[in-house]
């Protein structure tokens, strides 16, 4: 009866900001590039949930009540990476709330209103693709906050990409998607303007 409460989420990663503040003099090129490379995937990950979201309104007249609520568990579940993903960029020092998602949001709400169904799905697809190479992205990232011993970083990494792993995997369990990946994974400026 009480599922309507909210549970805060008692993972380590909600801890203040200052938590992940850079060390001294140390890592601060790395953490922009860092900065860079999620912002990226953030907006893959808004531009997602805008396909998932015109798929869920196109579906408000139909009666398969499960497809619309995989739909709307999709949506919630991109929405909830992104603003976690936002989180982190803003814990590293990168631009502030209200700066790109908005742009992203109004133009991908556009183009996915204007797609096909199927289209809807197909990209929704290349965009799962795109975040499931955020591991493989990261992975140098990673390396060298062991060897700096910049742990907070390493923390901030492995939270993201558990983050969008759930998602992934959310959408590869219900989803009928299969673009094919790329040969070599894109560019951060690749992921962040591809449409």
């Not at 200052?18 to 140390?26: G, L, R």
Request: net charge neutral; hydrophobic share 35%.
């Amino acid at each position: 009866m009480n599922s309507h409460k909210r549970v805060q989420d008692s993972r380590p990663y909600t801890l203040a900001v200052s938590q992940y503040s850079a060390p001294p003099a140390a890592g601060v090129s790395e953490r922009m590039a860092l900065t860079e490379l999620m912002e990226g995937y953030m907006t893959t990950t808004l531009e997602l949930r805008q396909y998932v979201r015109s798929l869920e309104a196109r579906l408000r007249n139909v009666s398969f009540v499960d497809v619309r609520q995989l739909f709307h568990r999709i949506g919630d579940a991109s929405e909830r990476c992104a603003s976690f993903l936002d989180e982190r960029i803003q814990d590293l020092g990168g631009y502030s709330r209200n700066s790109a998602p908005n742009g992203v949001s109004a133009a991908h709400e556009n183009i996915a209103d204007t797609l096909s169904f199927a289209g809807c799905i197909h990209q929704i697809g290349v965009r799962t693709n795109t975040l499931a190479t955020f591991a493989s992205h990261t992975k140098s990232f990673m390396d060298r906050a062991v060897i700096n011993g910049d742990y907070n970083s390493l923390h901030v990494m492995t939270d993201c990409v558990y983050q969008i792993s759930q998602l992934i995997a959310l959408i590869q369990i219900h989803l009928p998607t299969e673009p094919s990946m790329p040969a070599t994974p894109p560019s951060p400026s690749l992921v962040r303007h591809s449409v």
